[in-house]
């Protein structure tokens, strides 16, 4: 696609988002609108475009921008730094490495939600390993963010027993609710919506699960909401946006209990039952004791 | 140890044992030796053979002479066993097995013809192709990939993949190494090259599943010496030779067994030529030199070959400017001078490059003149006399085998990568401590830098720095002298102290001989071998009037002194000269030549010299019928045997001669003084890109420079 066209297209989008300003009170002005992508790179539009198939965000090599590039430094918190040395307290000293994806976890939530390439040279430094080790491991989970995120990080469960209980419903909602597409971040930079394969929430599906960077690293969640219909997963959303703590878990029910009630189980147990423990116990007691009164009868 | 470390492990040391240097006894254990309680019998297609315990069902395999095709398997790297391509069948296995990575058990019946077999490569080439562009006509692998290769015996006639091909971006790695990333089939070899192998851990792989891709991640180009290397062990076309990129392919070219001649490992290459050209330089497998690696500089330097040539006889007109002329006229010129000069004055100066048959033709003639003054470049002070005391006396292979190394005054790394290599694998893998007086540079391991001062060195060599305790609890201690120390003038004072360290610290021990020098061009070896220095009636004392330059860049000559150049390349040297003789580059002379350790080596010419320019002893054969003292010697064999009775070891190529220790006596005679501290150790590569006539002149080697400064500004 032309680079023009690329743009115009971004503009459009941006445009349109814009047009639903009802989202956000904030202002919304177009620059603001840009997306996690450059529209100015064409490569990165063209990834934007396909993104609807790949699961992890973004490209594998780094370029160099002005607010992420090789020339930065970064490094832990003061106030993280004790978790880091926990972290690292739990593997041997010639297995530092280990560590790298706890550090690299702790140094998202530090980030409001993305690594950038001087996180994760300070991440080997303190791993004593070689750079590229740590550019593998970000790069390989989809978990690790290396563009700038939203405050929050809605991730709507793709994989089957979701899609069949309607995560598409919900994930067609969440779009229309944010005025974005999947992998997009909103403009005002509150939500960014992303799609997760299974997260072992099958009973209660479907689910979405989000990552909360808005209180940095003592105030970071990431939580299930569960049951949900594009209704409450909507609802959901607007409670995280107003600052409230929706439900976490399951919507309509305590756990993943049946919705209608016990359906097996409901009376009590007819048996067999196994051996009471406490009576063989008891009874062996009262043996052992009546065999020592009687051998003290006997001496006497 | 996890089941594949022990596979890994095991395999490693089968094939020490198979290739190891050492290897000459235990080669004999083979299928035949059996029963070897170390050893275990398995069956391959119906026939059994006894294999070590422990190694792969790819190596009993290959044992068996069945060859399983592989791409990721590599037997200098690691296992990754991520390909697939080497499955074959073993008995009661429900699945196919990977066999790089799958050790032996005894009694395995392994299976490498039947449907399972088959059907399981098919499968995998057809996985590998899906994503594989089908641009085999305009790739430079083309006609030697394995891919392209395997895929005529695996590969299906038509493709069942309807979708996109995905594509992947191109990786700048800088001016030696070509990428085309959308033809790489994620083998890793590379990646594994670049960790385990050259020890610049920059290249991963990024990304997972259709995502990934080999690669920096951040756009870094390769900084090693050993680069070029991947070019060898990619199996496809993703990694390919820049500047051979689109001038050959590769079945038009015609190899030469060759010497390359930029370090002092004498590494074994193959010349590529077509017609009269060199279209590329790649390595021969030698396990005992160079493994199957070369550096950057003797695989890319080649470029060269055809800039800046001497390819016609000139003679300095009265104008002051070189004029083109006959050969019969020049060669009469000089023999004049030769005639006319008193034999005191003349001095003779053999190049850095100089193959031994040239350089014994013009010690021959010298000699017949009455001269004696002939010094190897830059090495006027440097004795001859006893082998060991400029030798690499543990041998290269021996280097893996060491725990102590003390480096004085050299930097491996840049003056000779590919001993690098077996450096590192003593370190990392033997565990051995390297410590350094000299310069303070990376290694590519963990290394210890004292000092660079001669009076570290001389704390060293009289015991009271500490680390001579830990030199003399060392089992193979190894002492490295840099080339630079041979070529300072005080180096007979540090070389004393140094020879008399090594009897004191056990350096030298019983038949481990750990004093090595390591030279940093392919001539100096051999001019020392036959004694290409300054006999024992030359002096000083007359000044030269005549200087013979035999493609010598750097000697001295005073104002007025007549200069005669012999070489190939129009560079420091040739400008200064009154005569140019056109000589013949390493490519295009048969000629001998010795390694730093002492082993005489053959390259063979892959094409003729340039232009009117001839092979270096011809020459001088014709020279010295000018001046009146004919050489007795017509043929190369003749000059061979010559060369054999002045040092017997040219009689055995391709060995190493033990050499002598001769306890301290080497410079009993010398006077114990103290050093010039006044000069630090230094390396004599300051470049690694550029340190000889034709690898100054290459313009490959120009880029690879300008990018490396680049790199580090």
Redesign the interface.
């Known amino acids: 696609m032309p680079r023009a066209r690329a743009l115009a297209r971004a503009l459009a989008r941006a445009v349109d988002a814009t047009a639903r300003v009802a989202l956000d009170g904030a202002s919304m002005r177009a620059t603001c609108a840009r997306t996690m992508t450059k529209p100015n790179d064409a490569?990165a539009v063209a990834t934007a475009r396909t993104r609807a198939r790949?699961y992890?965000v973004g490209q594998?090599?780094?370029?160099?921008v002005p607010e992420d590039n090789?020339t930065m430094t970064w490094t832990f918190e003061a106030s993280v730094r004790p978790k880091v040395d926990a972290i690292l307290r739990r593997y041997p000293s010639n297995y530092k490495r280990s560590a790298m994806i706890p550090l690299l976890d702790l140094a998202q939530q530090q980030n409001k939600g993305h690594l950038t390439?001087a996180m994760m040279n300070h991440i080997a430094d303190v791993l004593e390993?070689?750079?590229?080790?740590v550019?593998?491991v970000a790069?390989?989970?989809?978990m690790f963010n290396r563009q700038k995120m939203g405050k929050l990080h809605v991730m709507v469960c793709g994989t089957t027993p979701c899609m069949l209980r309607g995560s598409r419903e919900i994930e067609k909602a969440l779009e229309e609710w944010m005025g974005v597409k999947k992998f997009e971040t909103t403009a005002c930079g509150t939500f960014t919506l992303g799609e997760m394969e299974c997260m072992g929430c099958c009973v209660n599906a479907p689910m979405i699960a989000v990552a909360d960077y808005r209180n940095g690293v003592e105030g970071y969640s990431y939580n299930y909401y569960e049951d949900l219909t594009p209704q409450t997963a909507v609802k959901v959303c607007e409670a995280l946006k107003a600052g409230k703590s929706p439900r976490v878990g399951s919507q309509i029910r305590d756990k993943a209990e049946p919705i209608k009630g016990l359906t097996t189980l409901t009376g009590d147990p007819s048996g067999p039952f196994s051996r009471d423990l406490d009576q063989i116990k008891a009874d062996v007691d009262a043996a052992a004791a009546a065999a020592a009164a009687a051998a003290a009868a006997e001496k006497k | 140890m996890t089941r594949l470390a022990v596979a890994r492990k095991a395999s490693r040391e089968a094939y020490k044992t198979l290739f190891g240097a050492r290897a000459g006894a235990m080669r004999a254990m083979s299928a035949e030796a059996a029963p070897n309680p170390d050893t275990v019998p398995v069956t391959v297609n119906g026939q059994e053979v006894h294999v070590p315990k422990g190694v792969t069902v790819l190596y009993a395999c290959e044992q068996a002479g069945v060859d399983v095709p592989r791409f990721c398997y590599h037997h200098k790297l690691s296992i990754a066993g991520n390909c697939r391509m080497c499955l074959v069948e073993v008995e009661k296995s429900p699945k196919p097995v990977a066999s790089c990575a799958m050790p032996v058990m005894p009694g395995m019946n392994i299976k490498t013809t039947t449907d399972l077999v088959k059907k399981a490569r098919e499968g995998v080439m057809e996985f590998l192709l899906i994503n594989h562009p089908l641009d085999c006509p305009i790739c430079d692998q083309g006609g030697e990939c394995e891919l392209q290769d395997q895929s005529y015996i695996f590969g299906s006639d038509r493709s069942r993949f309807t979708e996109y091909k995905r594509a992947v971006?191109d990786?700048e790695l800088g001016p030696l190494v070509k990428t085309v990333m959308t033809r790489c089939i994620h083998c890793t070899r590379c990646v594994r090259f670049s960790?385990e192998i050259a020890g610049v851990?920059?290249?991963?792989?990024?990304?997972?599943g259709n995502?990934?891709?080999v690669?920096?991640?951040?756009?870094k180009l390769l900084a090693s010496e050993l680069s070029g290397n991947v070019i060898d062990l990619c199996p496809v076309g993703a990694l390919t030779s820049k500047p051979f990129a689109f001038t050959a392919r590769s079945w038009e070219l015609e190899g030469t067994p060759s010497i390359d001649v930029t370090d002092g490992l004498g590494s074994n290459i193959r010349v590529d030529t077509r017609g009269n050209e060199v279209m590329r330089i790649v390595p021969r497998a030698n396990e005992e030199v160079n493994e199957e690696w070369i550096s950057d500089k003797a695989r890319f330097s080649y470029d060269a070959l055809k800039r800046q040539r001497l390819d016609r006889p000139m003679v300095r007109g009265s104008d002051g400017k070189l004029q083109e002329t006959s050969w019969e006229f020049a060669l009469d010129y000089v023999a004049e001078k030769l005639k006319a000069t008193e034999p005191d004055a003349i001095r003779a100066v053999a190049g850095k490059l100089c193959d031994a048959e040239s350089m014994i033709s013009l010690k021959d003639m010298m000699n017949k003149l009455g001269a004696s003054h002939t010094t190897p470049e830059g090495m006027a002070n440097v004795s001859a006399d006893v082998r060991s005391s400029y030798l690499f006396n543990s041998n290269l292979v021996g280097v893996e085998d060491a725990d102590y190394v003390l480096l004085i005054g050299t930097n491996p790394r840049t003056e000779a990568p590919v001993l690098n290599v077996r450096l590192r694998r003593a370190v990392i893998a033997g565990g051995a401590t390297v410590t350094s007086v000299g310069p303070n540079a990376d290694l590519s391991y963990p290394s210890t830098h004292l000092g660079d001062t001669t009076a570290t060195l001389e704390e060293i060599t009289s015991g009271k720095h500490a680390v001579c305790e830990a030199i003399k609890a060392a089992n193979n201690p190894m002492v490295i002298v840099g080339s630079e120390l041979l070529r300072r003038a005080d180096s007979k004072i540090l070389l004393k102290k140094i020879h008399a360290m090594c009897d004191e610290l056990g350096v030298v021990k019983g038949d481990w001989n750990g004093f090595n020098v390591l030279h940093d061009a392919g001539g100096t070896v051999g001019a020392l071998d036959i004694g290409f220095v300054p006999g024992t009636s030359a002096s000083n004392d007359v000044p030269a009037k005549l200087v013979y330059s035999l493609g010598a860049e750097e000697f001295d000559a005073p104002a007025g002194a007549f200069i005669v150049y012999q070489g190939h390349h129009g560079a420091q040297g040739a400008s200064k000269a009154d005569v140019i003789l056109p000589g013949a580059a390493y490519t295009e002379k048969t000629g001998t030549y010795v390694n730093t350790e002492g082993r005489a080596q053959v390259a063979v010419a892959s094409m003729g010299p340039v232009g009117q320019a001839k092979e270096d002893w011809r020459i001088l054969r014709a020279l010295s019928e000018f001046a009146g003292v004919p050489l007795p010697y017509n043929t190369h064999e003749q000059v061979h045997r010559r060369l054999a009775e002045v040092a017997p070891h040219f009689a055995k190529l391709n060995e190493v001669e033990a050499t002598l220790w001769m306890n301290g006596a080497t410079y009993a005679h010398e006077k114990a003084r103290k050093a010039d501290a006044s000069i630090p150790f230094k390396s004599s590569v300051e470049n690694f890109f550029m340190t000889d006539v034709i690898s100054k002149t290459s313009a490959t080697m120009a880029k690879c420079t300008e990018a490396r400064n680049e790199m580090n500004a």
């Open positions: 490569r790949a992890s594998m090599v780094h370029r160099d090789s390439l390993v070689a750079p590229i080790r550019y593998e790069t390989f989970y989809s | 971006e990786k960790t851990q920059d290249m991963g792989i990024t990304g997972r995502q990934a891709e690669g920096t991640y951040i756009s």
